[in-house]
Structure formats: C-alpha cells, structure tokens
C-alpha cells in the first residue's frame, strides 16, 4: 500500500507499506532519496493526513495495536492496545474544522463498532445510535471533509447511511438517494482519481531511481573489486620494494665493506712503498760504500804491486 502527500511544491513524501516494514520516501525535484524504515512490525491499515504542517499517520502493527504518529518528532500522540477478545480495523484519518479526526473499527465476538475520536481534545462528538450499532460484517467506510461539513457514508451489506457533520449541529442523517450521493462521491471521486495518478507516477519514478540506484551501487561493487585487486598489487609491490631495500641495504653494507677494505690495501700498499723506497736508499747507500771501497782496495793494490 503507498500513500503520497504534496508538503512543498518541489518535496513530496510517499509512505509504502508490506510485511517488511512501513518506508518513507522522500521525493526532491521528481527524485526519491533512499528511503527510511519507520516501523518493522506494520501489520495493516496505512492511513495518513496533513496537519498543521505535519504528515500524521496511523496504522496497526503485528501486535494488533493501533497507533498514530507524528512524521516531524516521531511522537505517539495516540495508541490503542488490542485484548484477547477486542481488535481494531481500518482506521482513517481526515482533516476539518482545524482538527484531526481518526476513524476505526472495533472488534469484539466477531462484531464491527464504528468508532470516531477528534485527537488533541477531550471533548469528543456524540455518535447517533444508528452508527453506534454492531455490525456483523466488516462495513465499508468512505469520508468526504468540505469547508462547511464532515460528511460520512458508511455502507454494511446491503444498506448505506450518510451522515453530516459539524460541531455546531453535531450528525444530521441525509438522504440515502443515488443521485445525491453521486453528486457527493463526485469531488472525492475526483481527487481519488488525481491521488492515485499521481502516485502511479511516483511508484514509476521510485522504480526509475531504484534502478539508478542498483546500476549505481553495481559500479560500486565492480569499482570496490578493482580497489581490492589494486590494493592487493599495492601490497604485494610494497613487499617487493621491502625485499629490494633490504637488498640495496645488504649490498650497501657490502660496498661500505670493500671500501674499508680498499682503504686498508691502500694504506698497506702505501706503507710498502715506503719500506721499498727505504730500502732502495739503503741499497744505494751501501753500493756507494762498496764502491769506494773498492777504489780503495785498487788503490792499495796497485801499491803494493808497485813495490814489488
């Protein structure tokens, strides 16, 4: 079941309802946001009306209660508990006279009882008898809320009665003709037909944006795969760079190690130099003493041959 409400010429709400739970959907510039869960045990009976600014709305949950809340604080201005033996039927909200009018069913051994309250007040309209009466079956109730009256045309089986009603004049039963009720049907009929275009309208939108949303949340989930793959490869080349600079630092250490070593050979091999070059001195110095000795040893020589 959906209901949809005109709150600002470019906002519209559309409350929907099934076994999963009672939604909202909110609808800016002919595009519904995603929806909102009002309650998750909505059993039946969705109903709503606008109300100084404010979309109330009424329905009965698993637990056979009747419930009235406000959209705007989410408050429950009313509730009525079900027993073991009395439950509650098709409530209605309506609108008139500045006031908020809840209508319902009350079942009791398998019998229907009208019953009217006006919310936010403790005076309450006096019903005539003929609409405090039992019902045997379920009766069918239809509200027609004009500036002047309040009309009701409650119609069980076979029979229909209509009522008006103001608080100055209380109920006056009206004529039961067809083609006076035709003429009172007309404008709801009408605005009936308006409503349910509209909403036909919205729930093709609504299907529209659902199915944007589902290709959008599919190029979600193919982006979302394609992040986890590419942050996977990011990963794994993020060990791989780990290993790497492990490596560079390994070989790194192994260059500083050359290095020293290098500089040792270096200061080795330059040391020896120097030993060799010392002992080159020392070898020249010696032969230029064993050469003067040898002079010497010719000199003496040629001496001692000269004597002789």
């Given at each position: 079941?959906?209901l949809?409400?005109f709150?600002?010429?470019?906002?519209?709400l559309?409350?929907?309802?099934?076994q999963a739970?009672?939604?909202?959907?909110?609808?800016y510039?002919?595009?519904?946001?995603?929806?909102?869960?009002?309650?998750s045990?909505?059993e039946?009976?969705?109903?709503?009306?606008?109300?100084?600014?404010?979309?109330?709305?009424?329905?009965?949950?698993?637990?056979?209660?009747?419930?009235?809340r406000?959209?705007?604080?989410?408050?429950?201005?009313?509730?009525?508990?079900?027993t073991?033996?009395v439950?509650y039927?098709?409530?209605q909200?309506?609108?008139?006279?500045n006031?908020?009018f809840?209508?319902y069913?009350?079942?009791?051994?398998?019998?229907?009882?009208?019953k009217?309250?006006?919310?936010?007040?403790e005076?309450?309209?006096?019903?005539?008898?003929?609409?405090e009466?039992?019902?045997?079956?379920?009766?069918?109730?239809?509200?027609?809320a004009?500036?002047?009256?309040?009309?009701?045309?409650?119609?069980?089986?076979?029979?229909?009665?209509?009522?008006r009603?103001?608080?100055?004049?209380?109920?006056?039963?009206?004529?039961?003709?067809?083609?006076?009720?035709?003429?009172?049907?007309l404008?709801?009929?009408?605005?009936?037909k308006?409503?349910?275009?509209?909403?036909?309208?919205?729930?093709?939108?609504?299907g529209?944006?659902?199915?944007?949303?589902t290709?959008?949340?599919?190029?979600?989930?193919?982006t979302?795969?394609i992040?986890?793959?590419?942050?996977?490869e990011?990963?794994?080349?993020?060990?791989?760079?780990?290993?790497?600079?492990d490596t560079?630092?390994?070989?790194q250490?192994?260059?500083?190690?050359?290095?020293q070593?290098?500089?040792?050979?270096?200061?080795?091999?330059?040391?020896?130099?120097?030993?060799?070059?010392?002992?080159?001195t020392?070898?020249?110095?010696?032969m230029?003493?064993?050469e003067?000795?040898?002079?010497?040893?010719?000199?003496?020589?040629?001496?001692?041959?000269?004597r002789h």
């Open positions: 079941m959906e949809l409400y709150l600002e010429p470019n906002k519209k559309l409350l929907s309802a099934s739970g009672l939604y909202l959907h909110t609808m510039n002919e595009r519904f946001l995603r929806p909102a869960l009002l309650c045990n909505y039946s009976g969705l109903c709503g009306a606008l109300y100084n600014g404010s979309l109330y709305y009424s329905y009965i949950n698993k637990e056979h209660s009747l419930l009235i406000c959209l705007r604080d989410s408050s429950l201005p009313f509730r009525l508990d079900s073991s033996t439950t039927r098709e409530p909200l309506a609108v008139f006279n006031s908020l809840l209508f069913f009350e079942t009791e051994n398998n019998t229907y009882q009208f009217m309250r006006q919310l936010f007040t005076t309450q309209p006096h019903l005539p008898r003929i609409l009466a039992s019902f045997s079956e379920l009766p069918i109730l239809h509200i027609l004009t500036k002047q009256f309040l009309y009701l045309l409650l119609t069980a089986g076979q029979t229909s009665v209509l009522f009603y103001h608080p100055d004049s209380s109920f006056r039963q009206l004529s039961s003709e067809e083609e006076y009720l035709a003429k009172l049907r404008p709801w009929e009408s605005e009936k308006e409503l349910e275009q509209s909403l036909i309208q919205a729930v093709q939108l609504s529209q944006q659902q199915s944007l949303l290709e959008k949340e599919q190029k979600l989930q193919a979302e795969t992040l986890s793959g590419l942050s996977s990011l990963k794994q080349t993020k060990n791989e760079l780990s290993e790497k600079n560079l630092q390994h070989i250490l192994r260059l500083t190690e050359c290095e070593s290098r500089q040792q050979a270096t200061h080795a091999l330059e040391h020896t130099q120097q030993l060799l070059n010392r002992a080159k020392q070898y020249n110095e010696l230029q003493v064993a003067q000795y040898r002079l010497e040893a010719q000199k003496w020589y040629g001496k001692f041959t000269d």
